[in-house]
């Protein structure tokens, strides 16, 4: 519709499955009857000719499944790079909010970055708070997180925040 109808042709198209949901169990419905079986985020996937980015989302509550999940994303920059697609890890951050994991949030923006080094990937964005509640993206001192490892990753050269965007119009 956008494309055809509307004639916008600055979209880029991201693919981009839960981490945390692929390769999962399913309930599917035959003839009437409810039954298990596997799903891979590959079956949905409406082909390169639809898709401009290959891109994954993903949060986690500790460090283990973190890495786990973050073999997708590997698993996704390969096929990006058979199809001359850009990778990206599309949405990322602390599952539930830094409030609800801060044993794992501490030292996390330090962690992602070591883990994006190793990976050939056009963008990874992590959320801005819109509350300082327990669903909050970005430590707040006064609240006891990490805020070093925060700041650091803020100096870090290879960051871009949302007042450092030129405006596009």
């Known amino acids: ?6 004639k916008v042709h600055n979209l880029l198209f991201v693919y981009s499955p839960s981490a945390g ?25 409406p082909g390169p000719e639809w898709v401009d980015v290959l891109a994954i989302d993903h949060y986690a509550k500790n460090a283990e499944a973190f ?52 990976r050939p990937l056009a963008y990874a964005m992590v959320w801005a708070n819109r509350s ?3 669903e909050r993206w970005v430590p707040v001192g006064a ?9 650091k990753f803020h100096g870090d050269a290879r960051t871009l925040f949302e007042g450092e965007l030129r405006k596009l119009w």
């Open 1 to 6: 519709y956008l494309r055809d109808e509307r």
């Open 21 to 45: 949901s692929w390769d999962k169990p399913v309930w599917v419905n035959v003839d009437g009857e409810k039954k298990k079986r596997e799903w891979t985020a590959w079956e949905e996937y």
């Open 67 to 118: 890495a786990r999940d973050l073999t997708r994303l590997d698993e996704v920059a390969v096929r990006a790079a058979a199809e001359g697609k850009p990778c990206a890890l599309s949405e990322t951050g602390v599952s539930g909010g830094i409030g609800e994991s801060a044993e794992f949030a501490r030292g996390w923006y330090g962690y992602l970055l070591a883990q994006l080094e190793r």
């Open 132 to 134: 300082t509640g327990k």
């Open 143 to 151: 609240l006891g997180d990490d805020v070093d490892d925060f700041v």
